[in-house]
């Protein structure tokens, strides 16, 4: 492809210098014009080709990449997530990982494009034309390379700004976007509004900047350029004055010349996308050489399936970066079957203990065990996967109820989804909806109500047939009487599993076998509601609390 180009200034040079010394006739002309032509269309059919297959793979690269960061967002561990923004990550998902396709597409076909012109036309102007000639017009060259390379690393530097101008942008709007119901709520548009344009004018900025240095480095490049033109036009000329080349010579040359304009103005291009590629790769590379927190481990037990037998022996913990242990030599043995409460304060340290059982944290070594093993020797898909946990932040997804309810892709049938949303009592609602359970819940579930989201994720939870369910919270937004009956319904499936109940409301716990009470991280009671209602503590505290608001609402 570029081979045919190097022919074309040759030919043009040929019948110059035939048409100043012996004049071509048109039948004379047509078969250079007619080369010329064939020339240019296999040039245009295997440009076309070539570059297919560079922006094709560029395209696979770019789907790998994407592939990659993404599996590896999904690997790490919460705390990642708590220290990184929603649209800065998602500004790493989109905008640079288009910028990297960019530099492996684009970058690529300019590079190799200017490389393999820039040395097949010095050697054909060298060898077929003159060697001064060439020398003459490189002159302005290390001046050129010079600013390539200057402009090139304050390029790199500044797009990296633009991009994490960009990824606050999308974060701001991201943000503003899912809590729009508490916008409008609290009348703040207007405000944020003004937080927006704040963000806003700072990515404009960090562009302007960006566009400033490029800005001043494409005319510069230019300029170097055609001063190569200007000591060809002048020296060429007075070598076709002298007879040291032909007139067609020069015509060859300056039409090489112009041919290797495009080569040294691409470098400009190259620069700036390779520069803006590599600065997006530094921040993929900044999270994909995150390392999970929490991943599998050496010397893994060999388990197929967990009883649900539960061992914890002296555990603290403390959250990186916390000054005090959320938990604080916790001790609790937990049989197989068993159904135990946890009940405290908020703050306490319930949902902490249970992102330990789930090990979204890392607890120290021996202080959990499952079935006699370290949960840190538990592979995390059999451990997360014997578990049903029901999280007080219920969660939905965009898609379907009967695809949320069965989110642990057990291919249930339908029949299988109405089976346990009647025992999490939400088949009622669902049946009174247009499309029942084909039903499309919005964003995170917003077209639901509090109460719906709840039993819509116990029921998510059921259909996986847990060994151990974890319930956290997870009636706090139903009424006392839907509770009661959801509990009901419930004692079948507890039957012959280990069931951890967290709640904030006694009512919910009253039936467990065991109540744990916890107060600033540490067990401060343990027993039956029996027993513990007749202890003076936090428990009774809560109890006689609770009767009386009780009282108070039967009165109203």
């Known amino acids: ?47 076309y080709l070539w570059r297919i297959f560079v922006m094709g793979n560029a395209r696979r690269l770019e789907y790998s990449l994407r592939r990659m960061l993404f599996g590896h967002l999904q690997d790490l561990s919460p705390e990642f997530f708590t220290s990184h923004k929603t649209g800065d990550l998602m500004a ?52 050129m390379l010079a600013v390539v390379v200057g402009f090139g690393r304050v390029i790199h530097t500044r797009f990296k700004a633009v991009q994490e101008a960009f990824a606050a942008l999308t974060d701001r709007t991201q943000e503003n976007f899912a809590g729009i119901r508490v ?67 020069f015509v060859a040359f300056n039409s090489y010349l112009g041919m290797l304009t495009w080569p040294i103005l691409a470098i400009g291009w190259v620069m700036n996308i390779i520069q803006r590629g590599r600065a997006s790769m530094d921040r993929i590379n900044s999270i994909l050489d995150e390392v999970p927190a929490v991943q599998d481990e050496p010397a893994l037990a060999e388990l197929k399936r967990l009883s649900g037998e539960i061992t914890i022996k002296d555990l603290t913990f403390t959250y990186p970066g916390a000054p005090s242990p959320a938990l604080e030599g916790i ?24 992102n330990l059982l789930l090990r979204l944290y890392n607890p120290p070594y021996g202080t959990i065990t499952l079935d006699g093993h370290d949960i840190r020797r538990i592979p995390l898909e059999l451990l ?42 939400v088949y009622r609602d669902i049946k009174d909806f247009p499309s029942q359970f084909d039903t499309m819940v919005g964003e995170r579930g917003v077209t639901l109500s509090g109460g719906q989201k709840q039993r819509i994720a116990i029921a998510r939870a059921l259909i996986k047939d847990p060994q151990v369910l974890i319930l956290d919270d997870s009636l706090s937004a139903v009424d006392t009487e839907t509770e009661e009956a959801i509990l009901q319904n419930l004692k079948g499936v507890f039957d012959g599993r280990t069931v951890i109940l967290v709640s904030h409301r006694i009512s919910t716990l009253q039936g467990a076998d065991r109540i744990v009470v916890l107060d600033q991280g540490r067990i401060v009671q343990m027993g039956t509601h029996d027993e513990l209602v007749q202890q003076p503590g936090l428990y009774q505290e809560i109890y006689q609390r609770q009767l009386l608001e009780k009282e108070i609402e039967s009165v109203g």
């Open 92 to 143: 790493h998902a989109t905008n640079d990982i288009r910028a990297v396709r960019m530099a492996l597409g684009n970058g690529i076909v300019m590079t190799v494009d200017a490389v393999f012109l820039t040395t097949a036309i010095l050697i054909m102007m060298v060898r077929t034309i003159s060697w001064k000639l060439t020398l003459m017009a490189l002159l302005p060259l290390p001046l």
């Open 331 to 354: 001790n609790l043995q937990i049989a197989p079957g068993e159904t135990v409460g946890i009940l405290g304060r908020t703050g306490s340290g319930k949902t902490t203990l249970l």
């Open 384 to 425: 997360r996967t014997s578990i049903g946990y029901v999280p007080q932040d219920n969660f939905l997804f965009s898609t379907s109820i009967k695809e949320n309810v069965d989110f642990a892709a057990t291919d249930a049938s339908l029949d299988d989804v109405v089976k346990f949303t009647e025992l999490a009592e």
């Open 1 to 47: 492809m570029n081979i045919g180009q190097l022919f074309i200034p040759r030919l043009l040079g040929i019948m110059t210098d035939k048409i100043s010394e012996e004049g071509l006739q048109h039948r004379d002309f047509l078969p250079y014009l007619g080369i010329l032509v064939g020339l240019s269309l296999l040039i245009a059919a295997f440009r």
């Open 183 to 249: 916008v409008k709520g609290f009348a703040q548009e207007e405000a944020e509004l003004t937080r927006f344009a704040e963000v806003n004018e700072q990515n404009v900025a960090m562009n302007m900047r960006l566009v400033r240095i490029w800005g001043l480095f494409w005319p510069l490049v230019s300029y170097l350029a055609g001063l190569s033109f200007t000591i060809v036009l002048g020296y060429g000329g007075m070598m076709v004055i002298n007879g040291a080349i032909s007139l067609g010579d």
